[in-house]
Structure formats: C-alpha cells, structure tokens
C-alpha cells in the first residue's frame, strides 16, 4: 500500500509559478511510475504529467509542454510538478497518482494509488 499527500497549491495569477509536490509513504517508491492529472469543476480526470520509475522518461500533455516540469526524488520519496507561466485554464485540483506495473502513463485507469488532491487557482 502506498499513501500519497499533495501540497503546494494555492491562488497565483497569470504568468506566476507553483511548485506542487508528492510525498509517498513506504519503502518502494522508486518502483512506482509517477503523474499528475488535474481535474477543473464539471470535467473528467486528465492526464497532465508523467515521470517512469528512474526518471529517465517524462510524458506531458500538449497544453503543458515547455512550462511544466515533472521531477522525482526517490531518496525523498517525493516528486514534484513545477508549474510556471500559469493560465487561467491551468485551474483545477492536481491529483499526484502511483502506477506499480509498467502501462500508458497517460490513462487515469492504469493508475494504482491516488493522492487526495491539491487545488491551484489561477487568476487573470
């Protein structure tokens, strides 16, 4: 069983940064494939970011391409999304997500583990 605790969300306006991070219990972080999805009110669950359990391959959605980055620290058992330039269209809650098994990164269903949620709100 892996836990997942999201932190640093917050209110930023247009063109700021946020740095979000993914701190995960247990001892077998490095095995896992890591992501972030963002969910805005009245949408599905989407794909955002993707890091493979070395951190050697990052995935990212076309929209986010150029100002976010997905990193990890297996020593910290943490991994981290910075987020700069940041639109309006960026707001959501970004859920940190934990894939045990090799898969499509960027499916929601290939995922195991899910944090709780972080909300970032960005304001034009």
């Known amino acids: 069983q892996v836990q997942l605790v999201e932190s640093g969300g917050g209110l930023v306006q247009a063109g700021g940064s946020l740095r979000l991070s993914c701190a995960a219990s247990?001892?077998?972080?490095?095995?896992?494939?890591m992501a972030w999805f963002c969910q805005a009110p009245g949408k599905e669950r989407e794909f955002v970011a993707a890091?493979?359990?070395?951190?050697?391959?990052?995935y990212y959605k076309d929209s986010v391409k150029g100002r976010f980055t997905i990193s990890r620290d297996n020593a910290k058992n943490t991994v981290y999304l910075q987020m700069n330039s940041l639109k309006p269209e960026d707001t959501a809650v970004y859920y940190c997500?934990?894939?045990?098994?090799?898969?499509?990164?960027?499916?929601?269903?290939?995922?195991?583990?899910w944090g709780q949620g972080t909300q970032v709100t960005v304001s034009s």
């Open positions: 997500a934990a894939m045990k098994r090799s898969g499509n990164y960027r499916l929601r269903t290939e995922y195991d583990y």
């Open positions: 247990g001892r077998t972080f490095s095995s896992y494939g």
């Open positions: 890091i493979n359990r070395n951190g050697g391959s990052t």
